[in-house]
């Protein structure tokens, strides 16, 4: 995998010395990316403080080896500061590559047959509009973990309770389809900048300032408009400053679980390096409830918010079909995600919640704020913290699992060469089919996905 998300990136050199070192970046991938120009004053005080509190810097975090503070890399085109994405793909495909835009797949269609090992062969997918787009090799689908598992069902590829409550003719009987939904739970607290800082709040209050920095994001100044956080921090719960670490398992535990929750207790094994939570500084309000109204005394106030993130939890979802509304796939799936069922995982929010308040209080952060905004001082014990971060938390939109590469008989979808189990010509290739979370933004493992997958196609 590593090898294959470099193939994606294409990293410019930043001009400002000591901000990436040199592993972990590519340089002849289609995806740009930038180690961002635009820094905030105030978020130039988050490394050294986590430094104070004593964790490594770490410049050069896209080796495998995340663990520490700092810069992280964004997606941005060089040339103009504007998002470099999947479409940057297109410039390197074929004449025979035909984009239909606007088109909505509602089921993928197969052969009355099933092949001589008794697998259903692929033959196209219908659209919404009812157009049959035909196949002649194999279907590849990647509409994402929201989204795969619903067109598969309603395919008939899926747990047979699911699809017979929803009226749907099982064709294969999978019960993984849409089970094992997971996602990076995140909490984060607020503090209002000294009244001299401002902060990418401004574009909020300030109309005048607003158009100013538009316009020379437009003549690719450097400008608030770049602005895409990018300071990040990875760390091991004993990393963990002022943690209390007695709800964390011991990765030995139970080895009855399931091989999901097995991989997890891993990852939680320190001397595997693997990061348990990440600090993020982001500029502005970027808090659960909504910037200061208009008509209240703190419109005009700046902000920062730091985020914590909880890497691997133990809680569980599902995306399915709507029984009552199964077709087409335009409609929206059931989303089930069972944040925080499990103990680990309210019990890592709250601390992770905690951390963030003895951040903001370490210098030199600590010099450049006036009050904590959110959830504010009434927030001490850890019942109150954990109040505030099953009210506050959210995810960093990082769901996956949904479509899991895994052996069928554990709850797998997909098989090593990510084709459906059970389906001679049918792959999925997306978020969906990564069976684990694992410690990092998915964006980069997704590219990786896909360069993967266009090989073994070619190869196949
Ligand atoms: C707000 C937000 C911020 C994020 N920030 C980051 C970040 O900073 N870093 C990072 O690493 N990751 C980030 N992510 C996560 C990242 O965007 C996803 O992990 C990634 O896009 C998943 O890729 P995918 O191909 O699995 O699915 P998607 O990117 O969701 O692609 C699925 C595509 O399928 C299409 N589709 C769905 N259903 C159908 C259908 N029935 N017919 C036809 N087309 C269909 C969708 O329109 C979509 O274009 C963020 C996500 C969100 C939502």
């Known amino acids: 995998m590593y090898g294959a998300m470099l193939k994606a990136e294409n990293f410019s050199r930043p ?50 080896d995340p663990l520490g503070a700092g810069r992280q890399p964004s997606n941005l085109r060089s040339s103009d500061y504007s998002r470099s994405y999947a479409t940057q793909y297109l410039q390197l495909a074929g004449s025979n590559v035909e984009v239909v835009t606007e088109a909505t797949v509602a089921t993928v269609v197969f052969e009355n047959e099933k092949n001589s090992s008794g697998e259903l062969v692929a033959s196209g997918v219908t659209l919404a509009d009812g157009t049959v787009v035909k196949a002649r090799k194999e279907v590849v689908l990647s509409a994402g973990s929201l989204k795969s598992p619903q067109i598969l069902e309603s395919s008939g590829i899926g747990n047979s309770s699911i699809l017979s409550g929803a009226g749907i003719q099982t064709l294969l009987d999978l019960p993984g389809v849409g089970q094992n939904l997971q996602d990076h739970v995140k909490i984060q607290t607020v503090y209002q900048l000294k009244p001299n800082i401002s902060s990418f709040d401004r574009v909020r209050y300030d109309a005048a300032y607003a158009a100013q920095q538009l316009d020379l994001w437009h003549q690719n100044e450097t400008s608030a408009y770049d602005y895409t956080g990018s300071t990040i921090a990875f760390l091991t719960w004993s990393q963990v400053p002022g943690a209390n670490t007695s709800f964390v398992p011991a990765s030995s535990q139970n080895r009855s679980v399931s091989a999901i929750d097995a991989a997890k207790l891993g990852f939680l094994d320190e001397s595997t390096n693997a990061p348990a939570l990440e600090l993020l500084f982001s500029d502005g309000y970027f808090g659960a409830a909504s910037y200061p109204a208009a008509n209240s005394s703190l419109y005009g106030a700046n902000f920062f918010t730091l985020i914590a993130a909880v890497q691997h939890l133990f809680s569980t979802g599902s995306v399915h079909i709507n029984a009552s509304a199964p077709y087409p796939a335009t409609a929206d799936p059931i989303i089930d995600p069972r944040y925080l069922e499990h103990p680990y995982d309210a019990a890592a ?90 410690s990092a933004h998915i964006q980069t493992a997704v590219y990786g996905i896909a360069e993967r997958a266009a090989r073994l196609i070619a190869a196949s």
């Open 15 to 64: 001009a400002e010395q000591g901000v990436y070192g040199d592993e972990g970046v590519a340089y002849d991938g289609p995806i740009q990316t930038v180690v961002n120009r635009y820094i905030p004053e105030q978020q130039l005080a988050f490394i050294p403080t986590l430094v104070n509190l004593g964790l490594q810097e770490n410049m050069e975090s896209l080796n495998g």
């Open 349 to 438: 929010l709250r601390e992770a919640a905690k951390v963030l308040r003895v951040v903001a209080n370490a210098p030199p952060l600590s010099d450049l704020w006036v009050a904590e905004y959110e959830p504010g001082n009434e927030v001490q014990t850890d019942d109150e913290w954990e109040a505030y971060a099953r009210k506050a938390g959210s995810t960093l939109f990082h769901p996956t699992g949904t479509c899991a590469m895994m052996e069928r008989a554990i709850g797998g979808v997909v098989d090593g060469k990510l084709k459906v189990h059970g389906a001679a010509n049918l792959r999925v290739v997306d978020a969906s089919i990564i069976p684990v979370q694992i």
